[in-house]
């Protein structure tokens, strides 16, 4: 047996890691959205005024960074391979583990929607300017509707968002419960996924970082 025919199942069982540009892409989202829930918290308790209208602009330009970030990043997990799951891993934890990173990928595509279509429906037409220098449109149909759809729509859009940012807390206490559980009680592989060359166990620096 050749060293060429010995490598051919670690090929087929997937990449080690992710992609530089799946790691990349997610350490960026993620950061992103927890910047956007601090901002939210800051927005909404400020007094009215400039500072708080700055706020929510940036708001609005982070989320749909958001957005068309996650867009990339599904678009790249559909075309890429994904690391395999750790070896003996309960078929549990992996339903679980999928579970996850669909319910993030609906909070990350779905928060920003939801935003968007309150900022589109709302009753004061405020432009988006995204960084304060890129314009962004409102969604396509929404403005044009009738007042009361229009209302139903922003209701609609209020509701789902503060539901998703409530999911979002259930998530990532999920998602860090997970990786302490990998990095610390199981010591396998799974958090050297994103972070490339990462040891099991409490020494490892990023583990504190991304905490």
Do not use: C
């Amino acid at each position: 047996m050749t060293a060429e025919t010995l490598s051919k199942p670690a090929s087929a069982a997937g990449p080690s890691r992710y992609s530089t540009v799946a790691i990349m892409l997610h350490w960026l989202i993620a950061a992103a959205l927890i910047f956007q829930v601090i901002l939210g918290w800051r927005a909404d308790d400020g007094p009215k005024g400039a500072t708080t209208f700055a706020l929510f602009q940036l708001h609005k330009s982070i989320g749909i960074t958001i957005l068309v970030l996650s867009v990339a990043r599904l678009i790249w997990k559909l075309t890429h391979k994904s690391p395999p799951a750790p070896a003996g891993q309960p078929t549990w934890e992996k339903i679980a583990a999928h579970a996850v990173h669909v319910g993030f990928y609906v909070i990350m595509i779905g928060l920003p929607l939801t935003g968007w279509i309150i900022v589109s429906t709302s009753r004061i037409n405020i432009p988006t300017l995204l960084y304060g220098a890129i314009p962004w449109p409102h969604l396509p149909g929404l403005p044009e509707l009738a007042e009361s759809a229009k209302q139903a729509w922003n209701d609609f859009g209020h509701l789902g968002h503060g539901l998703l940012v409530k999911f979002t807390y259930l998530l990532l206490a999920l998602h860090l419960g997970a990786v302490a559980k990998h990095q610390i009680l199981d010591r396998d592989e799974v958090f050297g996924h994103m972070a490339a060359g990462a040891k099991p166990g409490l020494k490892e620096p990023r583990l504190w970082l991304a905490a």
